[in-house]
């Protein structure tokens, strides 16, 4: 056995096989985060929300996904057909690879690579292309508005989102997904990063479009922004690809600052729960968040959106960053791998 797993198709079955047990959950997962996110939503207005498919509402994903599928794909007559449909799918594609270097417990992830947190702000980065692609493409105003408005958002918040994992990286000395969280076996992150966290919270909620930053689908003024001239299929991979962002960022905000896989300090009972199940509910608290944000802030402005930004997010993080590095090296705390 072990000589066929050396072999070039064994190593490629068990990637095969590592890939669909972390993407077929987190699709699964994503699917019923609309559920919850109805759920909760409804629970904070004093609604029901979906009760009507399934027991308690559980099969609405399956019936949503149905319609999606059963649905005609209409492409404007003045859009370029090509990269009309080559946005929905490169967005989706790129939340869904970057699951790659996501370590779920001490050395399971599908790449271990030394390099993860390179990789995953390369995949973040080009997650411009596909809302830009599809504004572009549709040859509408209000499409091309949203998908400007969407790419100044997203590349204005990944500046400071970088200077806080940067700070992440001083206190661990590796760009390896696996360390930090290894790093975090004494102190969760979240404490004495305190700012950072918050700061990359809020980052990630305008990072993934969502409320209050989700100005990109401003109806008000740009008739739900790039992806308006969507429908069926093209329509649901932008929402396939905003809510694995969703779990994404939600999955980073854990392995940061929250410990990973790691039991809550060490104590003793919870060190018996597998590592992919701490992993797995930290995420769903931090996915909790996003909701409760959604239904209690209202929408910015985009001048808003921006002065918090670049004129507080921007100079804190940097300030932080600064006071970090000067601490670990005067206190002699710098780890020996930097």
């Known amino acids: 056995m072990d000589a066929f797993l050396d072999t070039s198709f064994g190593i490629t079955l068990l990637t095969f096989i590592e890939a669909l047990a972390i993407i077929v959950p987190v699709l699964i997962m994503m699917a019923y985060l609309t559920y919850a996110e109805r759920k909760v939503l409804a629970a904070m207005q004093l609604r029901k929300g979906p009760n009507v498919v399934g027991p308690f509402g559980l099969f609405q994903p399956f019936a949503d996904a149905i319609k999606m599928m059963m649905k005609e794909t209409i492409i404007p007559s003045g859009a370029n057909r090509v990269l009309f449909l080559l946005g929905p799918m490169l967005t989706f594609a790129l939340a869904v690879i970057a699951w790659a270097v996501i370590p779920v417990d001490d050395g399971w992830a599908i790449a271990n690579i030394n390099v993860g947190v390179l990789y995953l702000f390369a995949i973040s980065s080009l997650g411009v292309y596909g809302v830009i692609i599809a504004g572009w493409a549709s040859n509408s105003k209000y499409a091309f508005l949203g998908a400007l408005r969407s790419a100044a958002q997203m590349v204005s918040y ?28 004494h102190i969760w992150f979240c404490i004495p990063l305190f700012p950072m966290f918050v700061i990359f919270f809020i980052s990630t909620l305008a990072e993934t479009n969502r409320s209050p930053f989700d100005l990109p689908e401003g109806e008000s003024e740009i008739v739900a922004g790039f992806f308006v001239e969507y429908s069926a299929m093209a329509f649901a991979l932008f929402f396939l690809g905003e809510y694995t962002n969703m779990i994404l960022m939600s999955a980073m905000t854990s392995i940061l600052f929250l410990g990973g896989w790691l039991a809550p300090f060490g104590i003793e009972p919870f060190t018996w729960i597998p590592g992919p199940i701490w992993l797995f509910l930290k995420i769903v608290f931090v996915l909790f968040f996003f909701l409760w944000v959604r239904a209690t802030f209202p929408r910015y402005r985009y001048d808003q959106l921006m002065r918090l930004g670049w004129k507080v997010f921007l100079p804190l993080s940097l300030l932080w960053l600064v006071l970090t590095a000067g601490v670990l090296l005067i206190f002699g705390w710098l780890p020996h791998a930097a």
């Not at 500046?159 to 590796?174: A, D, E, I, K, W």
């Not at 760009?175 to 076996?185: H, K, T």
């Open 158 to 185: 990944e500046v400071s989102m970088g200077f806080v994992m940067v700070t992440v990286l001083l206190c661990v000395g590796s760009l390896n997904l696996n360390d930090v969280v290894l790093a975090q076996r």
